[in-house]
């Protein structure tokens, strides 16, 4: 049985469901949860709830709850210190800085994005082409170190021991980067990578304005609002909000395409969506083609009788 290391990300002192998800993408092995910084104790019920054997506080001196270095070294110095055989984490901005940093650290191959892994035998699944296919990689380096596409994976509770523990790395920042400040975003939207449901607006939205209406079916069901590359060419949306080839790639439970044609490009972004739902009044519209469920009609008739329902 391999011993997989998890990077747990924590927002607002909860496990992100994210994190959940890539735990059961570990069933079967021994699952080790790396915590950054002093919430361990706070979410090591949590954790044991859904597999894992021992949750790791990791600590470090200096700038550490901010420095991807500090960050990216330490997580690597309990790589070696508990002998893990491969660590995952989600395809996140946080996992993505961290797990490159990583890599090259422990001069290991690293796989990005991946929507499905076989730990045992060192495979992944990940979308190439646009997602046009999908390619299954056999990784040869002596760690497995892979980030998971959100939602990949549904959690699944799993009781294990979840034996806490503190790992005070002794790692020195190497001052390649000073962090002068930091600006967050609004919380007031769900970040559109781990969001379970999405409801896109297309170049059919009109206006600005009329993404209003579709946030406020987005908050009867917890969703996130995302923009098509038109919509966002457009001046409708900002860059931020857009969903596609070149904007965010997306895989949430639940798609809901509202005015939007089903570009290649659009698609690549949200393929591997579980449900995708397609609103446009165009029964031509390529979008029909690759939806699970489809409604021809006006989306300023459609999504208003939508959110009254829900």
Do not use: W
Request: charged share 20%; net charge negative; glycine share 10%.
């Amino acid at each position: 049985m391999a011993k997989t290391g998890i990077l747990i990300e924590i927002e607002n002192s909860l496990v992100k469901e994210t994190s959940l998800g890539v735990m059961a993408a570990a069933a079967g092995q021994e699952i080790c949860a790396l915590v950054l910084g002093g919430d361990a104790p706070a979410v090591k019920d949590k954790l044991a709830e859904y597999g894992a054997g021992t949750i790791v506080g990791i600590t470090a001196a200096g700038d550490f709850q901010v420095s991807p270095d500090l960050q990216a070294q330490a997580l690597a110095a309990a790589v070696k210190e508990y002998g893990l055989d491969s660590l995952l984490g989600t395809a996140s901005a946080t996992g993505r800085d961290l797990f490159a940093r990583i890599a090259a650290i422990l001069a290991e191959p690293l796989v990005s994005d991946c929507v499905e892994v076989n730990i045992a035998e060192k495979k992944v699944k990940k979308s190439h082409f646009s997602g046009k296919t999908f390619a299954t990689l056999k990784v040869n380096g002596s760690v497995l170190l892979c980030t998971i596409r959100p939602n990949s994976y549904e959690p699944v509770q799993s009781p294990a021991a979840g034996e806490l523990i503190e790992f005070a790395a002794d790692v020195a920042d190497p001052g390649l980067i000073k962090i002068v400040e930091i600006k967050k975003a609004g919380t007031e939207s769900l970040d559109l990578t781990e969001a379970p449901i999405i409801i896109t607006g297309g170049r059919a939205i009109k206006a600005a304005e009329n993404y209003q209406m579709l946030a406020a079916c987005a908050q009867k069901i917890g969703a996130a609002v995302g923009a098509s590359r038109a919509a966002v060419d457009a001046g409708f949306a900002p860059h931020s909000m857009q969903v596609g080839q070149t904007g965010k790639t997306v895989s949430p439970k639940l798609y809901i395409a509202a005015g939007v044609s089903g570009a290649v490009q659009h698609f690549a972004g949200m393929k591997t969506s579980r449900v995708i739902v397609a609103i446009n009044e165009d029964k031509d519209a390529p979008i029909f083609a690759k939806c699970d469920y489809g409604i021809v009609g006006d989306i300023f008739d459609v999504i208003p009788a939508l959110t009254e329902k829900l």
